[in-house]
């Protein structure tokens, strides 16, 4: 090919000069022939890229084919329902009820209810309209030692940053969430003018780079942080110790996404990458952790204080219960992110391979709280690809109190899943801080949307929940959510997570499936112990194991 394009630069040069000397005019034909030319010798000696070396200009076809893949599979090769991270199905409930369209479907489900993973809600003979049901059921939010208790939406919008998303999308965002009077988390970027702007309610999220309340070298700084946190708008403060996508990676946002406004609200230097630290820096045991929450909840005058994370090690959660119960000061609430949450920019690895899901987490969290006796005073926020009130429905049956949503949320003021949140080049102006494309989302639109996908979407979970002949959100159980797990087997959420007794861990003999975990934590270090686990203890902690010696016996 190389020589072919030598051979084709060469003639089409010579024609070129021949023809314009027969006719002046034809010279002109070098304003397409040039630059060819040019690119293709360029790509003849460039060092960098195989294919472009041995195919000139021909090559580039493949970079512009790969870029425009991700556009056109999603629109003219997947199915409804195969695609990835949210399918054309999932999107499209989004964008109709954002935009108040018709959000029914046509001639049944297109989902395969024999296939594993199917799962659906069991209905009551005894229904009941939702017409009589609260229309905008809500949660208070606050534990004993809580002065200024927040009652909120079982709906609202998960953290996303100002830096990674623009600012028309924060402002849609928290004008919607004040329309619907919801909550906006902040995102660990800290507060800025456009999360005030609009005067809806937020949750700041304090992650390990501690913006909007550090000191120059990256330490925690009360004085900023009792400032901003009487805020009025803010109504709860959440401190990130992981979060779904990257746990244990901590956050990244771009250099070219740093600009100097954002430098300004985080207190970090324009133009470099912003790297938030794995772990944080003002506390490094589970019992420093409660006294930092309990320092906070005093510094804001009594808002909730909360921690989000995404459940890895176990014995470390077992480790913050046990520093609650040792010191009778409880997180006000406590958002738990599954491993399929999302993110503007993370390594593949932690993406695709670290953190547990949200089904199993969400039911641990529960369980262990309840074990502990403490989960009466602990709200519990759900986070991870949610978007419809089916979702919310199932989250709820597992322990979650209320959900958060981010892509839901995105989808509603117009992401299209391009795929392109960690290169700033957003093609709908969400996840860019480019200008020029930041335009294309007007506010006063998209707020709207906002403010129409969460209302419809509660409305629909109250629905469901009237179609189950429960009158309150509180009132699903795991038994309520069915699950295929075989071509020939069901099991009930209930059947699949056993609930546990109150206060079943604070005194021996402890579940068998959390003996491990008692063992293994104690409040004074989030480390394991030293405890030598024998082959005898992993398998009692091991449910499945237990359940697949138990059928070999039968059998």
Not at 110 to 136: C, K, P
Not at 280 to 288: G, I, N, V, Y
Not at 520 to 526: D, G, I, K, V, Y
Request: net charge positive.
């Amino acid at each position: 090919m190389r020589k072919a394009f030598i051979a084709i630069a060469a003639f089409l040069v010579t024609a070129t000069v021949m023809i314009g000397l027969a006719w002046h005019p034809f010279f002109w034909a070098f304003i397409f022939v040039g630059p060819i030319v040019i690119l293709g010798v360029y790509d003849l000696y460039q060092p960098k890229q195989s294919i472009v070396r041995n195919y000139p200009v021909v090559g580039r076809l493949r970079y512009l084919m790969e870029d425009l893949r991700p556009k056109v599979y999603q629109y003219f090769v997947e199915s409804d329902t195969n695609g990835k991270p949210f399918s054309r199905l999932n999107r499209s409930l989004v964008y109709q009820r954002a935009k108040k369209q018709n959000d029914t479907i046509p001639f049944g489900t297109q989902l395969d209810v024999y296939e594993n993973g199917y799962e659906w809600l069991s209905h009551s003979i005894a229904a009941i309209s939702h017409h009589e049901l609260n229309e905008d059921p809500r949660v208070l939010i606050g534990g004993p030692e809580c002065t200024l208790p927040y009652s909120a939406s079982i709906f609202n919008i998960s953290a996303m940053s100002f830096g990674s998303l623009s600012q028309n999308a924060i402002l849609a965002l928290n004008g919607g969430a004040k329309m619907g009077n919801f909550m906006h988390n902040t995102g660990e970027g800290g507060i800025s003018d456009y999360h005030l702007r609009m005067g809806g309610d937020l949750v700041w999220q304090i992650g390990t780079g501690y913006f909007g309340c550090r000191n120059h070298d990256g330490t925690f700084n009360y004085e900023a942080f009792a400032e901003r946190a009487k805020t009025e708008q803010v109504r709860m403060i959440e401190i990130k110790l992981s979060q779904g996508a990257k746990p244990g990676h901590g956050g990244i946002l771009p250099a070219k996404k740093v600009t100097p406004e954002i430098s300004k609200i985080r207190l970090v230097k324009e133009g470099f990458d912003v790297i938030s630290p794995p772990g944080h820096s003002a506390f490094s045991t589970p019992l420093e952790m409660v006294a930092f929450v309990k320092k906070l909840r005093t510094l804001t005058g009594g808002k909730p204080v909360g921690i989000k994370l995404c459940i890895g090690r176990k014995s470390e959660f077992f480790a913050i219960c046990k520093a609650m119960v040792q010191t009778k000061t409880y997180i006000d609430f406590i958002t738990v992110d599954g491993g399929e949450g999302g993110t503007g920019a993370s390594p593949q690895e932690f993406s695709n391979a670290v953190g547990t899901p949200l089904r199993e987490s969400l039911a641990f969290v529960n369980d262990v709280l309840t074990g502990f006796d403490i989960k009466k005073h602990i709200k519990i926020i759900a986070s991870g690809k949610i978007t419809s009130g089916f979702d919310l429905v199932k989250n709820i049956a597992l322990g979650a109190d209320i959900c958060n949503s981010a892509r839901g949320m995105m989808f509603a003021i117009g992401c299209i899943q391009a795929l392109e949140c960690n290169s700033n080049t957003c093609p709908t102006g969400v996840a860019t801080q480019d200008p020029s494309l930041m335009k294309g989302l007007v506010v006063e639109d998209k707020k709207a949307r906002v403010f129409n996908f969460h209302r419809l979407t509660v409305g629909s979970a109250v629905e469901l929940l009237g179609a189950a002949g429960l009158r309150h959100p509180y009132q699903l159980t795991r038994a309520y959510i069915n699950r295929r797990i075989s071509p020939n087997m069901i099991q009930s959420y209930i059947e699949s997570f056993p609930y546990v007794p109150e206060g079943c861990l604070l005194q021996t003999p402890y579940p068998m499936r959390f003996e491990l975990g008692m063992t293994l934590s104690a409040a004074e270090t989030f480390a394991p112990t030293d405890y030598k686990v024998s082959s005898i203890d992993y398998a009692q902690a091991n449910p499945y194991l237990n359940n697949m010696t138990a059928n070999n016996q039968l059998n």
